[in-house]
């Protein structure tokens, strides 16, 4: 059996392994409740928490994979009222035209990669013959456009949308929820990571009430499924705690991220190093225990230019920084300070 099935506070909650079904995009119990809902024409929400049709594309022959000029992630790709593809980067808002062939090997191997909304509504039109709406947060981020749209909203069966629609829309009672990647949230190297992806799927499972929820995912033991699954928020905590503890993050120690941005890498490599180098000395001269690691964050480059943090930790990071900036004017050096950091990425 590829599920696990919950019945916990008069809900019934199904998690499915997608590492054991044949079909990765939707499993053989999700085929089998969309099928049977669109039958007997009842609603369906679906959450996919990525917007647009994927991720990117990759050159099957040399592996190459198109990204922003101005930003150092892939270009993400959409298709237009139209249903023409474009490419487009999620943090400046560059526009590209879609590759035919790949600009590398010019080779015609290209593949998408990443499933995201607008790849559903096109898997369920093509596999069940049916139109799902994608509702998207410009449309739906206050209850005024979310009024607007009440119509659209009630002449689909299906809703696709992204971790918005955690709350139900006004008078909109899905009878089944599937959550397309549950540990989608996983995937981002952050301390809170595992926090979000609970307080996402926990807060679906709390808010809605529909005949079944369906939970795909190919992580089904991560403890952030596993409780928020269960709506075991007392587990979860102690779980998060004792991860927290191990690695001294908040509250068992202080973060504080300094982040610094040039056009030119030199440079921002320079600067990094010397002002490391400068906190460093300090952290000896001022006796604090604490840890000091200069690294990238997960996106280096952002609207041209290239970014780097150093990281401080430990339990004191607050005092460290107040007596490092009688030494070290970081505004003046162009540093800025988050302390308190809500992620590291």
Same mark, same amino acid.
């Given at each position: ?14 998690v ?13 119990? !999700?085929? /089998?409740?969309i &099928? #049977?809902?669109?039958? =007997?024409?009842?609603?369906?929400? +679906? $959450?996919a ?19 922003c ?8 790709y ?39 909304t607008?790849?559903i ?20 981020? !206050?209850? /005024?456009k979310? &009024? #607007?749209?009440?119509? =659209?909203?009630?002449?689909?069966? +299906? $809703? ?16 089944l929820v ?9 995937n ?5 990571a595992?926090?979000?992806?609970f ?17 795909q ?15 075991d928020i ?11 503890q ?24 320079n ?27 997960l996106?280096?480059?952002m609207?041209g ?27 003046k ?11 590291l990425?």
């Amino acid at each position: 059996m590829n599920y696990i099935h919950i019945q916990k506070d008069g809900k019934n909650i199904f998690v499915i392994d997608m590492k054991q079904e044949k079909d990765k995009f939707f499993s053989q119990l !999700s085929v /089998k409740g969309i &099928q #049977k809902y669109l039958k =007997q024409n009842k609603k369906i929400l +679906i $959450l996919a928490n990525k917007k647009g049709y994927s991720s990117g594309i990759i050159c099957q022959d040399c592996g190459y994979i198109p990204r922003c000029q101005k930003c150092d992630v892939s270009i993400s790709y959409h298709k237009d009222k139209a249903w023409n593809f474009f490419g487009l980067c999620h943090i400046c808002k560059s526009h590209y035209e879609y590759p035919l062939t790949c600009p590398s090997c010019w080779g015609a191997n290209l593949k998408f990669f990443g499933t995201w909304t607008q790849q559903i509504q096109e898997y369920l039109s093509i596999n069940f013959n049916t139109s799902a709406l994608i509702i998207e947060s410009q449309q739906a981020n !206050s209850p /005024k456009k979310i &009024q #607007k749209i009440q119509e =659209q909203i009630h002449s689909h069966q +299906i $809703l696709i949308a992204t971790s918005l629609l955690t709350f139900p829309p006004h008078n909109r009672k899905p009878d089944l929820v599937i959550i397309f990647n549950a540990d989608i949230g996983l995937n981002v190297p952050d301390f809170n990571a595992n926090y979000n992806n609970f307080l996402f799927i926990y807060e679906t499972i709390k808010n809605y009430s529909p005949k079944a929820f369906l939970i795909q995912t190919f992580n089904p033991e991560a403890y952030s499924i596993k409780y928020a699954t269960n709506l075991d928020i007392n587990w979860f905590k102690k779980q998060e705690l004792e991860y927290r503890q191990q690695f001294a993050y908040p509250p068992f120690g202080q973060l504080a991220v300094l982040l610094y941005k040039n056009e030119i890498e030199e440079k921002l490599f320079n600067k990094v190093n010397k002002i490391y180098q400068d906190l460093e000395y300090l952290k000896e001269k001022l006796n604090f225990e604490i840890e000091i690691f200069p690294t990238p964050p997960l996106v280096y480059k952002m609207f041209g230019k290239y970014r780097y943090n150093i990281i401080l930790k430990g339990e004191n990071v607050e005092s460290f920084l107040f007596e490092a900036n009688k030494h070290i004017n970081f505004q003046k050096e162009w540093f800025q300070i988050d302390i308190k950091p809500l992620n590291l990425v």
